[in-house]
C-alpha cells in the first residue's frame, strides 16, 4: 500500500499530466474534425483528383498502425526536413490529428451519403450550385447524423493520446512512467493512472450520451 | 419557351429516349403519360439537366440547358420542380423552406422573403403551417409546400415529376386542386402524371410516350376519346 500513499501524494503531478492529455486530445480532434471535413468534401466531390488524394491520405492512415505513424513522424519525417525537432505536444497533436482525421473524413463522407439523394436533387433543381447545396441542404443534416459517431472517434483519440509517451510527451502515461522509473512502484501508479483514465472516458461517454439523445 | 431537338438518353446499354422532338410554347399545360419505363420521367428530368443528355439540345427560352457555356444555376432559377417524394427539407420549417432559395440565391430581403412566402402559402393553402416542420405534415400538405417552394423563385416554367403518386389516395385532390389553379394563373407546366382524369381536364396537350419516343400528341379531348395509335390505345384501355 505504500505505492498508492506515494502516488495519491504525487498527485498533484499527475494531474498535471492528465490536463495535457485532455489538452492534447481535444486539439487532435478540432484539428482533426477540419482535416475531415476537407478531405471528406474532397472525397464526396466531383474530381478524380480531389477524390485520388483523399482516397491516398485514408488508405495510408488506416493501414498503418498509430504507434509506427508516431515514431515515423518524429524519428524519420522531421529529421529529414528540418535541423530543429518540434516540441513534444506539437508533434504529438500534428500526428493524432492527421490519424483521426482520415477517420472522421470517412465519418464525413458516410454523413453526407447518408443524405437521400432527392435532397440534392431537390436543391440543385432550385438553382443552388453544388457547393451551396453542401452547405445549406445537406451538411446541416449530415452533421447531426455524424455526432455520435463522431463522439466516438474523440472517445478513442482520448484514448490514443497514452501512445504519445514514447514521444516524450508529458502526458498522464509519460508522467506516471518517469515517477515509477525512479522508484519502482509500478503497480500502484498505473493502477491510478488506470482509474483516472477511466474516469474521464466514463464521463465522455455520458456526455456522447446525452448529445446523442437531445439531437436524435 | 421550351424546344427539345433529337433528344436521346442512354443508361448503360439501354437506350431511355429516342430522338425526342417537342416544343412548348409559353403558357401551355402538358401531361406526359405512358407505362413505367417509358422514358417519362427522363425527359422531365433533362428539361432541367438533372439527367444529363446523351445527345441533343433542350433550349429554355432560347437557352441550350445541354451548352456547358451556359450557367445551368442560373437556368434552373427559371424552372421550378416538384418531386414525387416532395423532398423538402427536414431540417427547416415550412417557411424556411420555402425562403432558402430566395435569400440565398436572389439576395432577397429576409423580411420581403417571409413575405413572399406567407403569401405562397396562402395560395396553396396552408398559411397556419408556416412554423411546423415537414414531418409534421401529411404528404398532401408537404406536396403544396413543396409547390409553394418552388414557385418562390419566380419560375417561368413548372415541371411535375408525378407528383402525386406518392399520396394517400384522399390527398390527391388537393394537391391537384393547386395544379389547377396554377394553370388558371397561366402557368407553362409540364406534367409527368398517372392522373387521367387530371390531364383531361386541365391539360392543352398530352404526350403518350413509349419506349423513349412520343407516339402521339394530341389535346386531350382527342387523345382520350379517339386514340390514333394502336399502343395508346391499349394503354388507355389498361388503365381507364
Given amino acids: 500500500m505504500e505505492g498508492f500513499r506515494m502516488a495519491l501524494d504525487d498527485m498533484p503531478l499527475l494531474l498535471k499530466g492528465a490536463w495535457v492529455t485532455i489538452e492534447v486530445a481535444i486539439l487532435s480532434i478540432i484539428f482533426a474534425t477540419i482535416l475531415g471535413l476537407i478531405f471528406g468534401l474532397f472525397r464526396v466531390s466531383q474530381s478524380r483528383i480531389l477524390q485520388g488524394i483523399a482516397k491516398t491520405y485514408i488508405s495510408i492512415i488506416r493501414g498503418t498502425p498509430l504507434y509506427v505513424q508516431i515514431i515515423f513522424f518524429v524519428y524519420a519525417l522531421i529529421p529529414l526536413i528540418r535541423d530543429e525537432p518540434f516540441p513534444e505536444v506539437v508533434s504529438g497533436v500534428i500526428v493524432l490529428s492527421v490519424n483521426a482525421g482520415a477517420y472522421l473524413c470517412e465519418v464525413f463522407r458516410a454523413g453526407i451519403e447518408s443524405i437521400d439523394k432527392g435532397q440534392r436533387e431537390a436543391g440543385r433543381a432550385i438553382g443552388f450550385t453544388h457547393s451551396q447545396t453542401l452547405r445549406y441542404i445537406i451538411l446541416p443534416q449530415a452533421i447531426k447524423r455524424m455526432i455520435p459517431t463522431f463522439m466516438n472517434q474523440f472517445i478513442i483519440t482520448f484514448k490514443d493520446t497514452s501512445l504519445l509517451a514514447v514521444i516524450a510527451v508529458a502526458e498522464l502515461t509519460y508522467t506516471a512512467q518517469t515517477i515509477y522509473a525512479i522508484n519502482y512502484q509500478a503497480l500502484a501508479y498505473l493502477a491510478v493512472i488506470g482509474v483516472m483514465y477511466w474516469i474521464m472516458i466514463t464521463f465522455l461517454t455520458y456526455i456522447a450520451n446525452l448529445l446523442e439523445r437531445k439531437l436524435i | ?240
Fill in chain 2, 1 to 240: 419557351m421550351i424546344e427539345v431537338k433529337q433528344l436521346t438518353k442512354t443508361f448503360g446499354d439501354n437506350p431511355v429516349l429516342r430522338g425526342i422532338e417537342l416544343n412548348i410554347p409559353r403558357q401551355q399545360v402538358v401531361c406526359l403519360i405512358g407505362s413505367s419505363g417509358s422514358g417519362k420521367s427522363t425527359l422531365l428530368r433533362c428539361l432541367n439537366l438533372l439527367e444529363t443528355p446523351t445527345s441533343g439540345d433542350v433550349l429554355i427560352e432560347g437557352r441550350n440547358v445541354v451548352d456547358p457555356k451556359e450557367d445551368i444555376n442560373r437556368i434552373r432559377q427559371d424552372v421550378g420542380m416538384v418531386f414525387q417524394q416532395f423532398n423538402l427539407f427536414p431540417h427547416k420549417t415550412v417557411l424556411q423552406n420555402i425562403t432558402l432559395a430566395p435569400i440565398k440565391i436572389k439576395k432577397m430581403d429576409k423580411i420581403k422573403a417571409e413575405e413572399l412566402a406567407r403569401k405562397l402559402l396562402k395560395k396553396v393553402g396552408l398559411e397556419q403551417k408556416a412554423d411546423a416542420y415537414p414531418a409534421s405534415l401529411s404528404g398532401g400538405q408537404q406536396q403544396r409546400v413543396a409547390i409553394a417552394r418552388a414557385l418562390a423563385m419566380e419560375p417561368h416554367v413548372m415541371l411535375f415529376d408525378e407528383p402525386t403518386s406518392a399520396l394517400d389516395p384522399e390527398m390527391v385532390g388537393e394537391v391537384l386542386e393547386v395544379m389547377k389553379n396554377l394553370a388558371s394563373e397561366g402557368m407553362t407546366m409540364i406534367i409527368v402524371t398517372h392522373e387521367m382524369g387530371f390531364a383531361r381536364e386541365v391539360a392543352d396537350r398530352v404526350l403518350f410516350l413509349e419506349q423513349g419516343i412520343i407516339l402521339e400528341d394530341a389535346h386531350p379531348s382527342e387523345l382520350f376519346t379517339n386514340p390514333k395509335n394502336e399502343r395508346t390505345k391499349a394503354f388507355l384501355d389498361k388503365i381507364l
